[in-house]
Structure formats: C-alpha cells, structure tokens
C-alpha cells in the first residue's frame, strides 16, 4: 500500500460530517497494492467476501421521520477494491438527513454505490427494529489456542514460526482472540478474533498462535491481514483445503470480517462475538 494513495483517504483528517446523501464519499482502494506483497503469487484462486456490518444506519422518510436499522454488506474478495472504513461510515452519515421514500431505496442506493466503488457487485441487508431482536451473539467454534504457554518475541508477521507434520493428516478448526494489528494510516489498534479450519499435514499449534500474535505491531487493512495469513499458512503448510476468518471489533460504528477459503461451500459463522 502506497503511502501516495492513502494520502488522500479520509483517515487521520479533520472530519466534516455530510447533511446529504453524497455517493463520493467513498474512497475505494485498489486491492492489488496489498496483494502484491502476499507470499503466494500470483494471487491464489480463493473464494470469499469481506462483511461489513453497521450499527448507525439512519434516513428520513418523506415527513421527516427518522428511521433507524443495522445493516450488512457482503463485498466479494474478486472485486477489485476494498472501501476505506472511515469513508464509509461518512458516507452512511450522508443518508441521516436525506428524505428516502422507503427502505427499498435505500438498500437499491447503497448497492448501486458501494458496488460502483468496489468494482463488483456488493449485496445490502437492511436489518430493522422489528428484528433486533432476534440478533444473536456467540463465539466462533474451534480449539481456542490460546491457552497455550508459549514464549513470545516476535511481533511483525514472520511466516517462518508456522510448521507442519506431514506424517500427520488432520482436518480440525482452531481459534484465537489474540489477533491486532494496527490501522496504516492512523497506528490505531485493530482487535479481531480468528479461525482457521484446514484439511491437511498436522499445523503446529504453538507455531500458529505465536504467528497469529506476531502481527501485534502490523500495518494493515482487515482484509489484506487475512489474505496474508491465509497465504503464509497455504505457502508454508501445504494443506488440502483451508479457511480463514477473522472478525474484528467495530470502530465508528463499523465491524469487518473477512474470509477466504479454498472451499466455495463455506459458510462462515453470521453471529457478532461478545467483543464486538
């Protein structure tokens, strides 16, 4: 990621929030800056999709009356760009004083923008009052790592600490709530969750959490860090089949959660984690 294309990204300014509606709020990235630097190239054949999920999404009806909802964005890993998280949630405040006629138009204005700014085609789900409900919390399923005794000295992402035994051949999921990283622009921390589900020569389990932890003191986006681990653990381990998930605490409102597998019938888990 080039120094020159976040120069112009709405993170780390003065912010001016928006009255109305305003499509060119958003600020895409393309993906390919990140992907250039991953550890498997050209850029492995996955499946997968970065899911968004907002908190703070309001309009006006014709009267005036505010209306609130949650919301969920699927954006598909082929599209060519992710969305700058702060861009986005200036551009969700756009709607907060626009009159809209229905919720319809508002999910038909959001997936003709945000698939216009990703380059692919972008699906919306507007969750309302009425269904708060029925929101549900839980953890993501797999042997939390995490309670392993292990020594730590390495806190930028070093593919050489993952390994595995190809005596052994395992299908298994492992977890672990340790991972952060840092915003590139602003150096804020990232907390996230993540799962990693394989078929394949044995991961060391110890070697994988202390990996998991070296990205502590990394600079990157949600996704690119997902695409990274994905790749090293491909590029190092060899496996059959492999899945990585991560979702990550919200900011402004916001929470991402990518995954990437190898597998085009994985279902990654829809449930918020208590953290987020």
């Known amino acids: ?5 976040l120069h112009h990204a709405p993170l780390g300014k003065e912010t001016h929030y ?3 509606y305003d499509p060119s709020l958003l600020f895409p990235i393309a993906r390919d800056a990140g992907r250039a630097q991953l550890s498997l190239q050209p850029h492995p054949q996955w499946y997968g999709a970065d899911i968004w999920n907002a908190y703070e999404v309001s309009w006006l009806t014709p009267k005036g009356k505010p209306q609130v909802a949650l919301a969920r964005f699927s954006f598909p890993a082929t599209s060519t760009h992710l969305i700058e998280s702060k861009s986005f949630k200036l551009y969700l405040n756009s709607f907060n004083q626009t009159p809209m006629p229905d919720r319809d138009a508002v999910i038909a204005y959001m997936q003709q923008d945000l698939s216009a700014a990703a380059g692919a085609p972008v699906s919306v789900t507007l969750i309302e009052p009425a269904d708060f409900a029925g929101q549900t919390m839980g953890e993501l399923e797999g042997t939390l790592l995490d309670t392993l005794d292990i020594d730590v000295s390495v806190y930028h992402p ?5 390994s595995a035994d190809a005596s052994r051949s ?19 921390p990232d907390w996230g969750s993540l799962q990693i589900e394989y078929t394949g020569a ?7 959490l202390k990996y998991i932890v070296s990205y502590r003191e990394h600079s990157g986006f949600h996704e690119q860090c997902v695409e ?9 381990c060899a496996p059959q089949a492999l899945s990585v998930y991560a979702r990550y605490t919200r900011r402004g409102g916001l929470d991402i959660n990518p995954w990437r597998s190898t597998e085009p019938d ?10 987020q």
Not at 1 to 5: K, W, Y
């Open 170 to 188: 395992r299908h298994e999921t492992l977890r672990s709530d340790l991972l952060k990283s840092n915003c590139p622009v602003t150096s804020q």
């Open 266 to 275: 994985f279902i990654p888990s829809a449930l918020r984690n208590a953290r």
């Open 158 to 162: 070093d593919a050489t600490l993952l």
């Open 202 to 208: 044995a991961i060391d389990h110890a070697g994988l």
């Open 18 to 20: 928006p009255q109305h």
């Open 1 to 5: 990621m080039t120094d020159s294309i």
């Open 228 to 236: 990274q681990i994905f790749c090293d653990i491909m590029h190092t």
